[in-house]
């Protein structure tokens, strides 16, 4: 659940869904509302016409024939008595509807006033014939019984018995008891299912909208990422909504921004690298002039380690990272040729992974990528196990060396051009492109390369390729 309201495209469906939920709800609410008020208005109307058809009988019938008229025309429905005097009724809430059967009373029996219409309600009371009524219905084994609603007989249901007492015009109290009846207004299956009725005709016009205006999105994230790994990207396609059309047309400025500002730099650094080569070659050619022989040779080590330092320099800059198109290889295959190579001119190299591996890759960036850690490890590390583990959707990489390690306060710093480190074993020392090169390569193809220290003693360089 926490996924899916995670990203943009749940949050808008989750809230989409939410309030069209609560809009629904609302209007079956007023809906059900005025329903029952028509409904109810229209039970007490002809209940009121009873009433007053009764009275009007009793008032034209002889005295004698009251009890027994009363009697046959008394019902689940509605119950006629004679008591024996009348009493006061109950002062009824303005509105209620209670209330509103006097006045429809006063209306069905021409009175212009109430006083001879007393009426009280209770709302927990119940005639025993109104609950027989619908017993009898419910479990009559009639065969009409089946073309009955048995769910629209299950919902109708008494709000209360209404005692009212009238004087009629011949001096007689007639009092009638009847119930309110009405519907339920809301149950389960009337909630649920119009809900779910609503929902099913929503949801997948909901999901395929949001898919659509959410897909720029990832569109765009997608292109980010991928721009990490190859400035030459083609732009975006500056089509649809005019925010996603502003959006496209931005990222696109900022990737040739990008890119021009890659290029400057770059052709800056090759030109600066280049120009130093005339330079050295000449003080190489006079340094051989320098009689001291101890003299002599410190200098050109010096020169040698700058002209080696230019030349690597000028290969980075060189270096085209989107060139090389991906292909589908055996990784175990690579690394065990980039170790048999290392293996060859003398380097104690082990390899331990799967019998084959296959990925989509840049080979030859591959390649040199683990012929400089690999060398590394084997000339500042005496050795190199390299290990191959297979993930669900990566390959890790793993070389271990016995060196004395990297500071843990530089693990970040040594990807930075020119960042060396001296080797007091050996007296060696690197130009510091090298691991800069080798983590651009890993990136461009969509990797990722980290450093740590062995708790045993010596260096681990991890590598994580996408499959």
Not at 139 to 163: D, F, K
Not at 232 to 252: C, I, K, M, Q, Y
Request: glycine share 8%.
């Amino acid at each position: 659940m926490y996924k899916v309201l995670d990203s943009v495209r749940g949050r808008l469906l989750f809230i989409v869904l939410l309030f069209a939920s609560i809009s629904h709800l609302a209007g079956l609410w007023l809906y059900v509302q005025q329903s029952d008020a028509s409904t109810n208005l229209l039970h007490d109307a002809l209940l009121a016409d009873r009433i007053s058809l009764v009275s009007k009988l009793v008032e034209k019938s002889p005295p004698s024939d009251v009890p027994a008229l009363l009697d046959v025309l008394s019902s689940a429905v509605v119950g006629f008595s004679l008591p024996n005097e009348a009493v006061a009724g109950d002062k009824l809430p303005e509105g209620s509807r209670a209330h509103l059967l006097e006045h429809l009373l006063s209306v069905f029996l021409n009175q212009p006033s109430h006083d001879d219409i007393q009426m009280m309600f209770s709302s927990s009371g119940e005639l025993a014939g109104t609950a027989a009524l619908l017993s009898t219905i419910n479990n009559s084994v009639h065969e009409e019984i089946h073309h009955l609603p048995a769910a629209a007989l299950a919902e109708i249901r008494s709000t209360g018995i209404a005692e009212i007492h009238i004087k009629l015009r011949n001096g007689v109290v007639l009092h009638a008891a009847a119930p309110l009846l009405g519907v339920r207004p809301f149950s389960l299956w009337k909630i649920g299912g119009s809900l779910a009725i609503m929902l099913i005709m929503i949801l997948p016009l909901a999901i395929w909208i949001l898919s659509r205006w959410t897909a720029p999105l990832t569109v765009l994230a997608l292109a980010a990422e991928r721009l990490g790994r190859d400035i030459h990207a083609p732009p975006l396609s500056e089509d649809g909504l005019l925010e996603v059309r502003t959006t496209a047309h931005a990222f696109n400025i900022m990737q040739e921004r990008i890119r021009q500002l890659v290029q400057d730099r770059i052709a800056i650094g090759a030109a600066i690298a280049h120009d130093l080569g005339t330079p050295v070659t000449r003080l190489c050619l006079r340094a051989q002039e320098i009689a001291d022989v101890e003299t002599r040779e410190l200098i050109l080590g010096e020169l040698s380690q700058l002209r080696r330092m230019i030349i690597e320099t000028l290969s980075f800059a060189r270096m085209d990272l989107t060139a090389e198109k991906t292909e589908i290889v055996d990784l175990t295959s690579l690394v065990q040729r980039v170790c048999d190579s290392q293996a060859d001119v003398g380097g104690d190299v082990v390899v331990d992974g799967p019998a084959h591996g296959v990925t989509r890759t840049k080979p030859m960036a591959l390649h040199r990528i683990l012929s400089n850690v690999i060398e590394n490890a084997v000339k500042y590390g005496k050795r190199a196990r390299v290990a191959i583990v297979e993930h669900n959707q990566s390959f890790e990489l793993i070389i271990d060396d016995d060196g004395p390690g990297i500071p843990e306060a530089m693990l970040t710093e040594v990807f930075e051009p020119f960042r060396r480190l001296q080797q007091e074993e050996n007296g060696t020392q690197g130009t510091g492109l090298g691991l800069t090169a080798a983590r651009s390569l890993v990136k461009s193809i969509g990797g990722e390369i980290t450093l740590g220290n062995r708790p045993e003693g010596g260096l681990r360089v991890s590598i994580h390729l996408p499959k």
